[in-house]
């Protein structure tokens, strides 16, 4: 899996494209130099930004800076879902935005994005109001509301920020590694036992140092890893009519006392209770 530069065509006069993709059955591991805001409304999905992995719940708002590369947040999405994205042109405002006081949050927002910020509580919900909003507004009332957006973004404390140093495109692909590779392999093999030997010699490691990397990479080890992903697979087979045996084993567990187990450490709740919750 090699990382894909995706080039983004903004619509005829306009500085920044507002759109709603569909690719839940597509890996576009990816990045472009336009900053963008993603918002994704599902039961349950995977978050992959820079050297964060981690799965998000009901819905997810980030923020990402140039050249960062991410997963598409509806990929492997089994159930219904809507999501909306806003991509911004790497210059958008130009001299305005670092000469106009006014302008200041913003451009602190945008000097942050390169760690990719998640946005939750209050924040998320109003924002979500005004992205479905704009979809049906005129070019310049548009932009007003995309300021707004961002206003908001900037001026919000509730955000968590995905990475601690910069992730940027620049930087990863010095990286001989390519997550996209290991992020695969994990896809493909989370039902059965994930043998780490393996997947480390697919990418031309012996195992200790690939054990290193990954968990630098991700601040988690392999074994963690694959654990929250079958996870997040057993939240989506729960939503599909499947009973928690069912799910336990067609997730790659091969005991049902350690899957509610781990199940619960996990979402703090065992797989019964989150089926009747959310089904």
């Not at 084993?249 to 049902?256: A, I, N, R």
């Amino acid at each position: 899996m090699k990382i894909k530069k995706e080039i983004v065509e903004m619509p005829e006069g306009q500085s920044f494209k507002l759109f709603q993709p569909r690719l839940r059955n597509y890996f576009f591991w990816h990045y472009h130099p336009e900053f963008e805001l993603v918002y994704v409304e599902a039961t349950t999905g995977i978050r992959h930004v820079g050297q964060h992995i981690s799965s998000f719940m009901g819905s997810d708002l980030v923020f990402i800076g140039s050249n960062i590369p991410h997963l598409n947040f509806d990929y492997g999405i089994k159930t219904s879902y809507h999501q909306t994205v806003v991509q911004v042109k790497e210059n958008f405002l130009a001299d305005a935005l670092y000469q106009t006081p006014e302008f200041l949050p913003i451009q602190q927002l945008f000097n942050k994005a390169h760690l990719g910020l998640s946005f939750y509580g209050e924040t998320k919900k109003i924002v979500s109001h005004k992205l479905a909003k704009m979809q049906r507004q005129g070019k310049f009332d548009r932009l007003l509301s995309l300021l707004e957006v961002l206003q908001i973004l900037a001026q919000s404390t509730e955000v968590i920020r995905l990475n601690e140093q910069d992730t940027s495109v620049k930087l990863f692909l010095n990286d001989k590694i390519r997550m996209g590779a290991i992020y695969k392999y994990i896809h493909a093999n989370y039902n059965e036992t994930t043998n780490v030997n393996e997947v480390a010699a697919s990418v031309h490691l012996s195992t200790a140092a690939f054990c290193r990397y990954f968990k630098k990479q991700t601040k988690m080890t392999f074994t963690e890893f694959v654990n929250q992903y079958k996870i997040t697979q057993a939240k989506t087979l729960l939503l599909q009519d499947k009973n928690v045996s069912e799910v336990c084993f067609q997730s790659g567990f091969e005991s049902l006392s350690y899957f509610n187990k781990l199940f619960k450490k996990i979402t703090g709740e065992n797989p019964s209770a989150f089926k009747k919750r959310y089904a």
